[in-house]
């Protein structure tokens, strides 16, 4: 199994800035995503962590406003950019530790911008 | 693409009870599913998944699905909920994208339970 710690938990933000959330996994990991739950909705994947190369993101997320890092094998950040209130919502980390295996989701961040 | 639907957005069940949530999917070939419970402010917990074998899979807190090929469903069953079981059910089909799997999620099932 694999524990997620996500940070910061809940934020808000001013319109126009921008913020970076940590999420780190207590085993190394083979592939790490990104969630966007809007609130009321379901989850939504916003790109593909790979460690060593550049983020694989879904239709409908670019990497200008989503750039996402992934230095190692157990941590990945995600920046929401030039954040509007449609940018509100639950951020979520989710690792899966190999072919076949479960995914494992971190707690969520809850982001409000204001 | 894959899909899952969740038909009932909301159900409400006595303690007790008897619980089914349903769920269809969509996928071209043999899907992983999953179902997924959210508490309110907490991440999702896995609650049980079907890559292969039986149709039948016991989860945690003595959940069960049944995958039907036929029916393209994996319904989530539980023989007497408790009060903690309030929360959010997510059912989830996991498609290789390379070397990845990527989920796709059902829009959800919320469950109260009344005392």
């Known amino acids: 199994s694999a524990v997620i710690s996500q940070k910061p938990s809940r934020d808000i933000c001013q319109r126009g800035t921008s913020l970076t959330i940590q999420c780190q996994v207590d085993?190394?990991?083979?592939?790490m995503f990104w969630y966007r739950q809007q609130p009321g909705q379901s989850l939504t994947l916003i790109a593909t962590?790979?460690?060593?190369?550049?983020?694989?993101?879904e239709s409908g997320f670019v990497i200008d406003k989503f750039p996402i890092s992934r230095p190692n094998l157990t941590f990945s950040t995600l920046t929401v950019s030039n954040m509007s209130p449609e940018d509100s919502s639950i951020y979520l980390c989710?690792?899966?530790?190999?072919?076949?295996?479960?995914?494992?989701f971190g707690q969520g961040t809850r982001l409000t911008v204001v | 693409a894959q899909s899952v639907t969740q038909p009932d957005i909301h159900i409400t069940v006595s303690e007790g009870a008897s619980l089914e949530l349903r769920c269809n999917y969509s996928?071209?070939?043999?899907?992983?599913l999953f179902w997924y419970v959210q508490s309110p402010g907490q991440g999702l917990q896995l609650l049980l998944k079907?890559?292969?074998?039986?149709?039948l899979v016991q989860g945690i807190k003595g959940f069960e699905a049944e995958f039907k090929r036929s029916q393209s469903s994996f319904n989530l069953r539980k023989p007497s909920v408790h009060w903690s079981d309030a929360a959010e059910y997510f059912c989830?089909?996991?498609?290789?994208?390379?070397?990845?799997?990527?989920?796709?999620f059902g829009s959800g099932t919320q469950l109260t339970v009344l005392p």
């Open positions: 989710s690792a899966e530790t190999g072919s076949g295996s479960e995914a494992f």
């Open positions: 085993s190394q990991v083979t592939m």
């Open positions: 962590a790979n460690q060593g190369s550049e983020a694989t993101y």
């Open positions: 996928y071209g070939a043999t899907p992983y």
């Open positions: 079907y890559f292969s074998g039986d149709t």
């Open positions: 989830a089909v996991g498609a290789l994208s390379g070397s990845a799997r990527q989920l796709t």
